[in-house]
């Protein structure tokens, strides 16, 4: 869980530094910081959704053989 942990973390930095424009763009169209922050987390979600959907199965399958 630890290993995920961090590879989650970095994962959402490196996408916080390359957006950063992306969300100055939001911020300039009258988007809130609450907003913003909210875009984030959706992001960070949906990738741990999409990773445990492919990690279970692939975990379940590995451990069987």
Do not use: C
């Not at 994962?11 to 424009?21: A, F, K, N």
């Not at 809130?32 to 999409?50: C, D, E, M, N, R």
Request: glycine share 10%; charged share 10%; aromatic share 8%.
């Amino acid at each position: 869980f630890t290993v995920a942990g961090v590879n989650l973390f970095s994962s959402l930095l490196m996408s916080i530094r390359e957006r950063q424009r992306d969300f100055a763009v939001l911020k300039t169209i009258g988007f809130t910081p609450g907003q913003v922050a909210a875009s984030v987390l959706y992001g960070s979600a949906v990738l741990a959704v999409i990773a445990v959907g492919v990690g279970l199965p692939l975990g379940l399958i590995a451990t069987r053989s």
